[in-house]
């Protein structure tokens, strides 16, 4: 319920806190004293469309913050938690209103979507008067009222259920008989593909590895060519190591001869045969490390070239050929086994509708059985409403080709007026008067179920008699011990039902503007707005006396 509602510059409110408790409240005041003001304000905290000219006049900007007390199973509690917002203790509503136009929402304290604020709104308070145009005009809340009315739950979570599932295998069907036939469009070249990357087989990391080895026996290769030079230099037709050892040989047998003058000759050039084998020994020994066999690099360069043109040809990367190679083994696979799981499908999808079928028609059969009983209480209480001659009727149209998740029915509330007049939608049909009565019998028979834990009504009183708006109160205050109503109204005989009274008042606010107040009446106060009420602006002793009375009689209702 709604426990507090707390408003600072609005329009002419510049600082006003109502505390709110259970059963009926009524907020009574003169014409242009501010009601619609209240109803606008909390309008603004329950995610209705901002306005900067609501913002009172000097002030930079405007704030409206409602607070509300609801059980812990209730689905606001859950909308909070899915969005991450603390979800314990009183759920706090707060909208702030700029005057250049901007408006921040806040949601317990932290900071929200005006959707988010809207969502929860809907939830915790139902705003309802002779212009109403959430509940009344959408089918699909009349359905809903319907189904809670007749006690449906169970069946209609089943329902949504079994239409799930049929959706959900009729979604996968169709797409695999898309695949299907894209793959038989495609068989030729899905088996050339394949065959062509299963002789290939690719594996992941090859192409780098390939590459890395060309390049090194490339660098062998080039370097081979060089020792190859090397050797023609020292192992060679020119080499010099023939023609120095000759040499050595010839001044060998003849150094005696010299007198010791050969001998550091003869050291140098054996020093230099030492070196030159030397030399020869590591030509031979680069030659040996620098072989490699050109088939190899042949070899080589053909499968890293091969997976590159593969790579190119079905547009992918070298490590992701193998993919490729499974992706076209499944669609094949699939052309092989697809008719064998389309007929598997295909039955699954006739078998889930099936199933959604029965279940749609035993729920459609139940909301006929509740839409007789809703009919049946809320003629209960038109007659008091003045309405005995009208009807109400809870229109049904049942298509089995339209399933939707709540099945194969479209409710919508009905009306006829006066004997012989075609009957047609509530909204169409009913004047601002008579809606207004439809509702409130509407909302009695539905009680607790399909309603919000506050309900607001703006002044469904307008324009009927005293016996009518006494039918009106005694409803107001049946349907409060349910749920917490709150009513702006005109009518004494509602008035004198409530167990919360507030008067609405305009006056000077001491600074030559005008603001609007609220206090809450008790007993002589209370008695004095009714008679007020009753008389007009002169307030008699006979108005105070049926002021009075109506009071006791309330009381003893």
């Keep these: 319920m709604l426990v507090s509602l707390s408003i600072r510059d609005i329009v002419l409110i510049d600082a006003l806190t109502l505390d709110f408790e259970p059963g009926l409240s009524v907020l009574t005041g003169e014409t242009g004293a501010g009601k619609s003001i209240l109803l606008d304000a909390l309008s603004l905290a329950l995610g209705a469309r901002g306005d900067a000219g609501r913002v009172r006049d000097g002030a930079a900007q405007g704030q409206v913050t409602a607070v509300f007390d609801v059980p812990m199973h209730h689905a606001a509690r859950a909308i909070l938690a899915e969005n991450g917002i603390e979800a314990e203790g009183d759920i706090i509503l707060r909208r702030v209103q700029t005057a250049d136009g901007r408006a921040r929402v806040f949601v317990n304290d932290a900071p929200a979507s005006v959707g988010l604020m809207r969502m929860l709104g809907a939830l915790l308070v139902e705003i309802h008067g002779q212009h109403d145009d959430r509940a009344l005009v959408d089918p699909a809340a009349h359905r809903a009222l ?23 295998v009729t979604t996968e069907a169709k797409a695999h008989g898309a695949r299907m036939q894209a793959a038989l469009r495609d068989a030729e070249y899905l088996r050339a593909a394949h065959e062509e990357l299963t002789r290939l087989a690719p594996a992941i990391g090859e192409e780098t590895q390939l590459a890395e080895k060309r390049a090194a026996m490339m660098r062998a290769e080039k370097a081979a060519a060089e020792v190859r030079d090397a050797e023609d230099v020292i192992a060679g037709v020119n080499s010099p190591i023939p023609q120095l050892a000759a040499l050595h040989r010839r001044l060998a047998r003849k150094g005696g001869e010299g007198g010791g003058l050969m001998e550091p000759v003869l050291q140098a050039l054996e020093a230099a045969l030492n070196e030159l084998d030397r030399v020869q020994s590591a030509v031979d020994q680069a030659m040996r490390a620098a072989a490699f066999d050109p088939r190899a ?79 049946a209480a809320v003629h209960a209480e038109l007659p008091s409403l003045k309405l005995e001659t009208a009807a109400f009727i809870v229109q049904i149209t049942t298509d089995v080709a339209e399933p939707s998740p709540d099945g194969i029915d479209t409710v919508e509330f009905w009306v006829r007026t006066n004997p012989g007049t075609k009957a047609g939608p509530m909204m169409k049909v009913a004047s601002g008067g008579e809606l207004s009565r439809f509702l409130l019998a509407l909302k009695v028979a539905l009680a607790e179920k399909g309603t919000a834990p506050t309900l607001v009504f703006d002044e469904i009183d307008t324009g009927v008699g005293g016996a009518v708006a006494d039918a009106i109160g005694s409803r107001l205050a049946r349907l409060a011990r349910s749920v917490q109503v709150l009513s702006v109204t005109h009518a004494p005989q509602v008035a004198a039902r409530a167990d919360h009274h507030f008067l609405i008042a305009k006056g000077a606010d001491g600074q030559g503007g005008t603001r609007t107040s609220v206090h809450q009446l008790q007993v ?34």
């Design 297 to 375: 690099l042949e070899q080589a360069e053909e499968r890293l070239f091969a997976i590159r043109a593969a790579a190119r040809k079905y547009n992918v990367l070298p490590d992701d050929l193998a993919k490729a190679a499974a992706r076209f083994a499944a669609d094949l696979a699939a052309i092989d086994s697809g008719e064998a799981e389309q007929a598997r499908l295909d039955k699954a999808v006739r078998e889930t509708r099936a199933a959604f079928d029965a279940a749609a028609l035993v729920l459609s059969a139940r909301r006929a059985e509740a839409a007789r009983a809703l009919e």
């Design 146 to 168: 319907l189904d809670a009315h007749g006690g449906l739950a169970a069946l209609t979570a089943d329902v949504r259920a079994r239409h799930q599932a049929w959706r959900a």
């Design 524 to 557: 002589e106060k209370r008695r004095e707005e009714i008679a007020r009420m009753l008389a007009g602006a002169t307030i008699t002793e006979e108005a105070r006396a049926a002021a009075v009375k109506l009071l006791d009689a309330a009381a003893g209702a």
